[in-house]
């Protein structure tokens, strides 16, 4: 912290708020928790944090080390009045996460041995982050075969579900037999999807030396991913990929012709638009190509001489460094990242890894083109100024996004650092002035940390006030909903009523 603070990091106050309490192990561990998380502290997010740091015991680590392990190291519970065992607070959060680490790590050992891997490591994320996959790349692996009984049991289910399906169908069924064969259908379709999603078999000459993640899932359960790693290979040398002007005709002797610049110039350049005329007259080939491209970005040699002008890189954003690690979207990118097949990045070369990468199947492709697409997005607020990129909102809209399931409004990412007439106008916003109105008086740090306890639903109050505080979301991170198309009446009397002026007006204008 001494070193941040002299290198200016972090500001003289937030130093001081670190100093509200006198345990170094706190200090150090809610100073890591803020260098990596996706938004910029404050002090009285630092003094909260310090003073009342603490997971609830539906947090994934607790689940994992359990109550009597936890109370046996030394750690304390603490309940408030309508607290359960998911919202109760651990208050030893550096013990919590040491006990969840080693209890990891054991059984990431148990499952190497089991499965016969040279390694599996451990991870307290629910997926396997950039940083831990660095160096690795994804080995091929093949579904494991259904067995007799498995075949078996599917043409069972399958006739089970014509039947339930009968029943749905039947418009003289009874209401409660349509209820139970509606239930029995999820049960069979949920049997059926369980028995498909076979697990993957890699060759035993590479399983020697493969290994896999193992994450903690959001109930607590440590949960292999299936998938195989192993150690990148050593780029190679340079020298298959180098270009010589030296034509051969298959013999050892070697027959050098002398051309000039401009002749080589031109000549690549017919052969160029021979290449450009078939790959436009193969849109599959063309499609892949421009997905390849864009994911082997990350593989491709930057001292080789790029394919094509094609370019797709990630967005560094308005702040350098800024990454939201522990934000819901963020998390669930994340894991679609690790989900993508990368077992095209094992060839040596860029020819090798384009013919593995065709190989794919066509959901995996697909998925590798949502990806690359995705995260070249810039990053826009719903307001006026720099950070209003319209068509963003414009594609929100088409997908429909519903904010409030994957961001919510906190202390720490909000209320901390808006004024506090703002937290008051969002307080009206779900309760009227009756919910704001107890709020008047509260200083702004307590009124923060209120706030957040209102729009995360845990404040006891009307169901209706409930439900509006929990879809609410600040107006800047709505995506603006599109502009209602006009009926045929509405564009029939906008014929008759309109002028010569309307030709002039821009189309934001017409919209209004």
């Not at 003289?12 to 309490?21: R, S």
């Not at 996460?97 to 059984?107: D, F, N, P, V, W």
């Not at 082997?296 to 002008?309: I, L, N, S």
């Not at 009124?447 to 509006?468: M, P, Q």
């Amino acid at each position: 912290m001494f070193e941040a603070l002299a290198s200016g990091e972090i500001t003289l106050d937030i130093a001081k708020a670190f100093g509200a309490t006198s345990d170094q192990e706190i200090q150090a561990r809610v100073f890591e928790q803020v260098s990596s998380a996706y938004y910029a502290p404050n002090p009285d997010s630092i003094r909260r944090m310090v003073l009342s740091g603490t997971v609830r015991g539906s947090d994934p680590r607790a689940r994992l080390v359990g109550r009597d392990a936890y109370f046996a190291a030394g750690g304390r519970i603490e309940r408030e009045l309508f607290d359960d065992d998911d919202s109760e607070s651990w208050i030893d959060v550096a013990l919590l996460e040491s006990l969840a680490a080693t209890k990891m790590e054991e059984q990431a050992k148990v499952l190497a041995a089991e499965q016969g891997l040279a390694w599996v490591k451990p991870t307290l994320d629910p997926y396997a982050s950039h940083d831990l996959v660095e160096g690795l790349v994804r080995l091929p692996a093949e579904a494991a075969p259904l067995t007799e009984a498995e075949l078996a049991r599917l043409d069972e289910l399958d006739a089970s579900y014509d039947e339930h399906a009968a029943i749905l169908e039947d418009e003289d069924s009874a209401e409660e037999a349509a209820a139970a064969a509606e239930a029995a259908i999820e049960a069979i379709e949920r049997e059926c999807q369980e028995i498909r999603a076979r697990p993957p078999v890699l060759a035993p000459d590479l399983k020697a030396e493969a290994g896999m993640i193992l994450v903690l899932s959001r109930d607590g359960t440590p949960v292999l991913q299936p998938v195989f790693y192993g150690e990148r290979p050593a780029d190679p040398g340079d020298s298959d990929e180098s270009i010589e002007v030296v034509p051969t005709d298959g013999s050892s002797a070697t027959r050098r012709t002398a051309l000039s610049k401009r002749l080589v110039d031109e000549l690549a350049m017919q052969r160029r638009d021979v290449l450009a005329l078939h790959i436009a007259s193969d849109p599959g080939l063309a499609l892949d190509l421009i997905v390849f491209t864009l994911a082997d970005a990350d593989t491709h040699d930057w001292r080789a001489r790029a394919a094509t002008t094609l370019r797709g890189p990630a967005p560094s954003g308005p702040i350098i460094g800024f990454e939201a690690k522990d934000a819901p979207a963020s998390s669930a990118l994340a894991e679609l990242r690790s989900g993508l097949d990368e077992s095209w990045r094992a060839g040596d070369n860029t020819v090798a890894r384009f013919d593995l990468f065709r190989a794919l199947s066509d959901d995996n492709r697909a998925a590798w083109l949502g990806f690359v697409v995705a995260r070249s997005l810039e990053a826009s607020l719903n307001m006026t100024g720099e950070r209003q990129v319209a068509f963003q909102d414009h594609l929100g809209s088409l997908v429909g996004i519903d904010m409030a399931q994957w961001w919510r409004p906190t202390a720490a990412n909000y209320f901390d650092r808006v004024s506090k007439q703002v937290i008051l106008d969002a307080l009206t916003d779900v309760g009227g002035l009756e919910l704001s109105s107890r709020f008047a008086s509260v200083k702004k740090g307590d009124l923060a940390l209120s706030a957040e306890r209102v729009f995360a639903g845990s404040y006891i109050t009307e169901v209706e006030v409930r439900e509006k505080a929990l879809a609410w979301v600040p107006e800047v991170m709505r995506f603006a909903a599109a502009a209602q198309e006009p009926t045929a009446a509405e564009l029939d009397g906008a014929d008759i009523d309109s002028g010569e002026d309307d030709q002039d007006q821009s189309p934001r204008e017409l919209a209004a």
